[in-house]
């Protein structure tokens, strides 16, 4: 455009002075002249305005070129936060589903503890059980077998005051034959199917009386436990347990078991050593005879 | 390796509390059946702990207690005692205590706490 506008100016010129030497412009040639230069502010004019429309273009497409930068920006920085939410999102489940599975753990452990003490007691259970049945049948003798199941009732059950019945099969009279913490003599015998021995002797089951606390005065015919001792459903007598000691206020899982243990063990070891002891009887006498016959 | 004697007439017991305390590492146990053999037993060889019944014939364990604690020639002469009793009343353990005994257990035994009172004399 001033290119065009040069060229113009150029060619006004050479109109007006047309020969080098140069002669006066007449009135018609220099309203030519005022014509063209009027036709050339015009044009100038035009050319500022054209000029202030490209600028004022120019800073829209500035302002969009911002405008556009920013939405760019704002759209990476949208893309990136999206994109740490995603991550926190996974972590955030991946936290919930570590603390899930530390709950379970901790859970587990929980439940391996319980059952180690389970199993701890249960293998205390099964100590006392396998110690008592072996000194039960330890052996022959009579008065050891009774020392041996006092003992155990003591020791390991935890009595005060108890007695062994034995049962005498002919009169169906049921007889002390040991005790501890009661006189041996202050013990009454008692019949088969009377009283609460009585009654458990017959019916061949086990007595637990819902009060472990001792009776005051003492009852013997309401004791606190009575276990018949059986060979298969023959009852040979029954253990009668009248007090625990003062720190034992309740019967344990692993007492029932050893009273089971004893209803059966201690009836064996005792029959047992009663038919051993009776043979050594006989077999001294009838040693004593022979050798009476052969002298 | 701890040196244990349990000084016990009772063979059951005996055999329980053998069967309880050999659980923790590095135990030697020893038995007495009783006092006196329990006495003898410690004049002779070196002992970390003493269990003893308090009901024994001829000796008893308290007696038991008092004639280790005030024989000067005893090289075990301070191990530590824990008694052992059917008694639950407060004054028997009083008794032992002031005798000499440095803890108690009650029968019938619990295996948890003979653990735990045999292991506070015994690193096992």
Redesign the interface.
């Known amino acids: 455009m001033k290119q065009t506008m040069e060229k113009e100016i150029r060619n006004t010129e050479e109109r007006a002075h047309p020969d080098a030497g140069g002669s006066l412009l007449n009135p018609q040639k220099g309203a030519e002249i005022l014509n063209m230069l009027k036709r050339g502010a015009e044009f100038t004019h035009e050319l500022l305005r054209e000029n202030e429309k490209l600028r004022y273009a120019a800073a829209r497409l500035q302002e969009q070129n911002e405008s556009l930068r920013k939405r760019t920006e704002n759209a990476v920085a949208r893309s990136e936060i999206e994109g740490m939410e995603r991550k926190l999102r996974t972590l955030t489940e991946e936290n919930s589903k570590l603390l899930e599975r530390f709950s379970e753990v901790e859970k587990e452990n929980g439940d391996f503890a319980n059952k180690y003490v389970e199993i701890?007691q249960e293998n205390?259970m099964l100590?006392?059980l396998y110690?008592?049945s072996?000194?039960l049948h330890?052996s022959l003798d009579f008065n050891e077998v009774l020392r041996?199941i006092m003992?155990?009732i003591?020791?390991?059950?935890?009595a005060?005051q108890f007695a062994l019945f034995l049962l005498d099969e002919k009169t169906q009279i049921l007889k002390a034959v040991a005790s501890e913490g009661i006189d041996l003599e202050d013990i009454p015998s008692f019949t088969v199917g009377e009283t609460i021995i009585g009654n458990a002797v017959k019916s061949g089951e086990s007595y637990y009386s819902e009060d472990t606390a001792a009776k005051e005065p003492l009852d013997m015919a309401d004791p606190l436990v009575c276990i018949p001792m059986k060979i298969t459903e023959r009852v040979i007598g029954t253990i009668v347990v009248y007090k625990l000691?003062?720190?034992?206020d309740s019967f344990t899982k692993l007492d029932y078991e050893l009273f089971y243990m004893l209803a059966g063990h201690a009836a064996t070891a005792i029959f047992s050593s009663k038919l051993y002891t009776e043979s050594e009887r006989r077999l001294s006498t009838i040693q004593g005879f022979i050798e009476l016959i052969t002298k | 390796m701890s040196r244990v004697l349990i000084v016990e007439d009772?063979?059951?017991?005996v055999?329980?509390l053998v069967?309880?305390i050999k659980k923790l590492r590095d135990v030697e146990i020893d038995t007495a059946n009783d006092g006196a053999n329990g006495l003898k037993k410690l004049s002779e060889g070196r002992y970390d702990l003493v269990l003893t019944d308090i009901n024994m014939p001829l000796i008893d364990g308290l007696k038991f207690v008092s004639l280790l604690r005030n024989d000067r020639s005893n090289g075990n002469r301070d191990v530590p005692v824990i008694i052992i009793t059917?008694?639950?009343?407060e004054s028997i353990m009083e008794e032992g205590m002031k005798l000499g005994a440095n803890s108690y257990i009650?029968?019938?035994?619990?295996?948890?706490r003979v653990i735990e009172t045999v292991r506070k004399f015994i690193n096992a």
């Open positions: 701890e205390n100590a006392n110690i008592s072996y000194q330890s041996i003992e155990i003591i020791n390991l059950i935890g005060e000691f003062q720190q034992k | 009772s063979p059951t017991m055999q329980l069967f309880i059917t008694e639950g009343e009650t029968k019938p035994v619990n295996s948890q």
